[in-house]
Antibody, heavy 120, light 109 residues
Framework: QITLKESGPTLVKPTQTLTLTCTFS??????????VGWIRQPPGKALEWLAL???????RYSPSLKSRLTITKDTSKNQVVLTMTNMDPVDTATYYC????????????WGQGTLVTVSS | QSALTQPASVSGSPGQSITISCTGT?????????VSWYQQHPGKAPKLMIY???KRPSGVSNRFSGSKSGNTASLTISGLQAEDEADYYC?????????FGTGTKVTVL
């Protein structure tokens, strides 16, 4: 059974760096054909892709946010970490991580999400 | 990468069928048969309903079906039920990343 859970601060100040951790079980990020992605959703708005990392450490970023994002994995801990620099109130959102089946190019299992508020 | 275009809202009566469109470009929807659809109830995480354009994960009702023509993918919900009232999002592989749709609120009248 695949499960994912996001963790991190619920409140960050403008200009600070956000660090979110996705802890998962039921799969290994060292297995070929697997990836983990991050997606966010501002309150009342649509989903937005942020970044993803593949089993082979290949990384992809949203072009509009690429300069602010870094994604890494710790296979031994079953964790993926996303950092986003220079946070702004418009970055207030629920942040989700998701398991990706690469062949089907499908984010199939999602975490419950974590709400991050950016405010001074 | 621009978001895929979906109608803001679609409504139908119980038992009816509705279709939600998802329009992209030749760089995403048009290039790959890799569109997925998600159902999201308020305060909940998205749930996968359709993948690879028309395949249903185990446990998803066969009332949900997907298709694609050119740069537009579609999700059809037949035999509409009260529990189908939710937000729906499409998502397409776009080569280097993924792109989501603008979202559609489905209302059961």
């Amino acid at each position: 059974q695949i499960t994912l859970k996001e963790s991190g601060p619920t409140l960050v100040k403008p200009t600070q760096t956000l660090t979110l951790t996705c802890t998962f079980s039921g799969f290994s990020l060292s297995t070929s054909g697997v990836g983990v992605g991050w997606i966010r959703q501002p309150p009342g708005k649509a989903l937005e892709w942020l970044a993803l990392i593949y089993w082979n450490d290949d990384k992809r970023y949203s072009p509009s946010l690429k300069s602010r994002l870094t994604i890494t994995k710790d296979t031994s801990k079953n964790q993926v970490v996303l950092t986003m620099t220079n946070m702004d109130p418009v970055d207030t959102a629920t942040y989700y991580c998701a398991h990706i089946e690469v062949v089907a190019a499908t984010p199939d299992y999602w975490g419950q999400g974590t709400l991050v508020t950016v405010s001074s | 990468q621009s978001a895929l275009t979906q109608p803001a809202s679609v409504s139908g009566s119980p038992g009816q069928s509705i279709t939600i469109s998802c329009t992209g470009t030749s760089s995403d929807v048009g290039s790959y048969n890799l569109v997925s659809w998600y159902q999201q109830h308020p305060g909940k995480a998205p749930k996968l309903m359709i993948y690879e354009g028309s395949k249903r994960p185990s446990g998803v009702s066969n009332r949900f079906s997907g298709s694609k023509s050119g740069n537009t993918a579609s999700l059809t919900i037949s035999g509409l039920q009260a529990e189908d009232e939710a937000d729906y999002y499409c998502c397409s592989y776009a080569g280097n990343l993924y792109v989501f749709g603008t979202g559609t609120k489905v209302t059961v009248l």
